[in-house]
């Protein structure tokens, strides 16, 4: 667009004012000027772009509005007023301003830019008058006379930080329509976006400001998502200054750039079309922290519930993938941490995971095998149709790790998948057949040496097998319908535990038995003793009320509920005096059975 040669007010240069309204000159009071600009703001507001008479003769009064007097005015109505006027003008005028000089035309813009501050106070009494301004410049679309300006950009990220700091939730639909027509005409019908102008939309996406300025963020996300198709190369090629040549300095939002992915892709994958390809290449960085915060990325993109990454770019999916073999441990434990949202949201993904849980579940990292195991349990948890036969192989033959917390995980794992849908039948007989095998599995590790595996099984049996919890007719079905489906092997292990617990019910009773003879006669039992067990006995030696908890434990006639009542006050008083409680829960567990 050209600009015009300057236009010239019809007669002699005097300046036309509309009828009944006075000269508007310094030599009169605020009040004055106020009360006579009102009347000005009525007759440009009645005009429209065929009133050409009209037009040349206000043409004068047009151009000494934009004078300094007025734009450096420092009454507050007094420049709203002029503001006013100035978006009627270009409105009446368009497509060619009245004024000629850049300069002047970049002040015109600045001041109007200023006052749209006011939009922020919504019970103000001129909030109208503001809300006028605002839809006046947003459909005559007066910012894009800016285009041919030189320094244009300085005028339109004023605009743009004006507005997303002046929204709030006090505005109504039509305010926030108003300011995203605004400024989505200066993005789509420019040359293209600068770096700095940029950078005040996406800032707003930022969690520090997203949390600061809800309202803010929305508009930021409705703008991005209405220019996405003019936009995108903008975006594009900030990231690729930042992510493949390392040019931080291109912008102050170089440091956010995963966080800005992350919501870019939440609001219109589409914005992040020719980003992802940097995102592969960002993969195979050399660097190990890089890669790390490259995967927790994707980890979030692949994962989101909605999300067709996957699918939509199978090679950085496929290069995702192969992350789970990355030398770096803590990029290995991301993709196995990952695992567990994506079964749960993309159960046609579980293939894919698959053989790389399977490779990770015998990882030689103890923290990377016990993820594995929490992965595939948390998403059959929430639907066992979730975790193929395969995953929950991989969960017991972990049963059997050389680490205690792994073996528990596992353990512990299978014991809350049976409760939920043996026991509970919470998804049916189809879901209850598919791990038929989890009792049997758990009672043949009564056969590991290790005494914590064993004290494990007896704990899971009285929690999650036959629930102590339960009454007593409902105990006795679950028992009597457990007992006839064990396999050989884990009714043996089932007597075994009983025979057990048994025996020391009955070495608790000659303990206890052994507190009731004289002192002299009881001493010698204890000097052979482990040194926790001679704590215990003397424990027990000084506290009755410890003694009659334990009577009430071993006694044939002590039902689940009054054991439970024993165990709480057993542990009570046994604690204040002993730190080491192992002892009193194996009773515990093993009484409760």
């Not at 997203?210 to 903008?234: F, G, P, S």
């Not at 599995?441 to 494990?456: C, G, V």
């Amino acid at each position: 667009m050209e600009f015009p040669q300057q236009q010239k007010p019809a007669g002699d240069g005097k300046i036309v004012y509309p009828p009944g309204v006075k000269e508007i000159t310094d030599k009169i009071s605020n009040d004055e000027v106020v009360k006579r600009l009102k009347m000005v703001v009525k007759t440009y507001m009645d005009m429209d772009q065929d009133s050409e008479e009209e037009k040349q003769q206000y043409l004068g009064l047009a151009l000494h509005l934009a004078s300094e007097f007025f734009l450096r005015n420092p009454n507050k109505d007094v420049r709203l007023l002029v503001a006013c006027c100035l978006a009627d003008i270009f409105r009446i005028y368009a497509p060619e301003a009245p004024y000629t000089s850049h300069d002047k035309l970049k002040d015109i813009f600045l001041f109007i830019t200023r006052q749209l501050k006011g939009l922020e106070d919504t019970k103000s009494p001129q909030f109208n008058r503001y809300f006028y301004l605002l839809e006046n410049l947003a459909w005559v679309k007066s910012y894009n006379i800016c285009f041919e300006l030189e320094d244009c950009n300085e005028i339109f990220i004023q605009l743009f930080k004006t507005l997303f700091s002046v929204i709030n939730n006090s505005h109504n639909q039509k305010v926030q329509l108003h300011m995203m027509d605004l400024m989505s005409s200066i993005i789509m019908e420019g040359d293209g976006v600068t770096q700095e102008l940029l950078d005040t939309i996406l800032i707003n996406l930022i969690p520090a400001h997203k949390n600061l300025n809800k309202q803010a963020y929305d508009l930021a996300k409705t703008l991005l998502k209405r220019t996405v198709q003019t936009i995108e190369t903008c975006i594009a090629n900030f990231f690729n200054q930042v992510l493949v040549m390392g040019k931080s300095s291109v912008s102050d939002l170089s440091e956010h750039v995963f966080d800005l992915i992350q919501e870019l892709f939440a609001i219109d994958p589409m914005l992040l079309t020719s980003v992802m390809p940097q995102l592969e290449f960002k993969l195979k960085s050399n660097d190990g922290e890089e890669r790390l915060a490259v995967v927790r990325l994707l980890a979030k993109l692949f994962g989101a519930k909605d999300s067709e990454l996957a699918s939509q770019n199978r090679p950085l999916w496929q290069c995702f993938l192969g992350r789970f073999n990355d030398i770096h441990v803590p990029v290995r434990l991301e993709c196995v941490k990952f695992a567990s949202h994506c079964l749960m949201n993309h159960p046609d993904l579980a293939r894919d995971l698959t053989e790389y849980l399977k490779v990770r579940s015998h990882d030689p990292e103890e923290a990377i095998r016990h993820d594995v195991i929490v992965t595939i349990i948390n998403a059959g948890k929430k639907d066992l149709n979730l975790v193929n036969d395969q995953l929950l192989g991989f969960v017991r033959e972990r049963t059997l790790d050389k680490r205690w917390r792994v073996r528990k995980e596992a353990m512990m794992g299978l014991a809350q998948l049976y409760k939920k849908y043996c026991l509970h039948h919470e998804a049916g007989k189809e879901s209850a057949l598919k791990i038929s095998w989890i009792k049997d599995k758990l009672l043949h590790i009564y056969y590991q040496n290790s005494i914590d595996d064993k004290l494990l099984v007896e704990k899971i049996f009285a929690q999650y097998m036959v629930p102590h919890s339960l009454d007593t007719e409902e105990k006795m079905k679950c028992l009597y319908y457990l007992y006839a489906c064990l396999d050989t092997n884990a009714v043996k292990a089932l007597n075994e535990m009983w025979k057990c617990q048994n025996m020391l019910r009955g070495l608790v009773k000659e303990l206890l038995d052994l507190h009731k003879l004289p002192v002299s006669e009881a001493n010698n039992t204890s000097e052979e003793s482990q040194d926790f067990m001679k704590k215990f006995n003397q424990v027990l030696g000084e506290d009755e009320k410890l003694r009659a908890q334990l009577e009430m434990l071993i006694s044939p006639t002590c039902s689940c509920k009054q054991a439970e009542v024993c165990v709480v006050r057993s542990r009570s008083y046994f604690s204040i005096v002993m730190n080491r409680k192992d002892l009193l829960k194996n009773v515990s567990y093993q009484t409760l059975n």
